[in-house]
């Protein structure tokens, strides 16, 4: 990809595709199944946390479960999600022992998380870390993950990580 527009920030240039970060604090087995996705697909994680968040904010299904905590109203691909003020606030706290993780946004897609951490009333980084859970408790999702990652055939140890993997990914499914 070539950039030409660069835009002057003090005496240096600044890259007008630049990414922005986000450091999400997530539970450490949300962590471990992220890493085992990691193993299983060979794609950095970086790249892995951003097509899962990305992915999660224009699922439906996962829109839905977090409806009724919109304070504010959303718009997703044409589809208004209203937000009422009166609404419970979600849970900032994140259960268990927890890290951070990186990952790295486009401009567009990280106003598209500001947007929705917006309706949430939570910080980007609290609105990534559930996207994040969501995407990763949604079996279709991981499985639309492993469909479009998944280029060879997986070695023994990689079949082991998938089982861990998919246990998570029921259990979180099934709560």
Not at 54 to 67: E, F, M, Y
Not at 146 to 171: A, D, G, P
Request: hydrophobic share 35%.
């Amino acid at each position: 990809m070539e950039v030409e527009t660069m835009n002057r920030e003090g005496n240096r240039k600044v890259r007008s595709d630049k990414k922005r970060d986000v450091k999400p604090t997530i539970n450490l087995e949300l962590k471990d199944a992220i890493y085992r996705l990691n193993y299983v697909t060979n794609i950095p994680v970086k790249d892995l946390i951003e097509w899962l968040v990305l992915d999660a904010i224009r699922n439906q299904k996962i829109l839905t479960r977090l409806v009724g905590y919109f304070k504010r109203d959303l718009v997703v691909d044409g589809t208004l999600y209203v937000g009422n003020h009166e609404r419970n606030q979600f849970n900032k706290l994140v259960p268990g022992k927890t890290e951070k993780v990186t990952t790295r946004f486009t401009q567009h897609d990280y106003a598209r998380i500001y947007d929705f951490s917006y309706t949430l009333e939570v910080t980007p980084s609290r609105a990534v870390a559930i996207l994040l859970e969501l995407a990763m408790s949604n079996i279709s999702t991981v499985n639309k993950c492993l469909k479009r990652f998944i280029k060879h055939e997986l070695t023994e140890n990689q079949v082991k990580e998938f089982n861990k993997l998919n246990k998570y990914v029921l259990k979180k499914a099934h709560q």
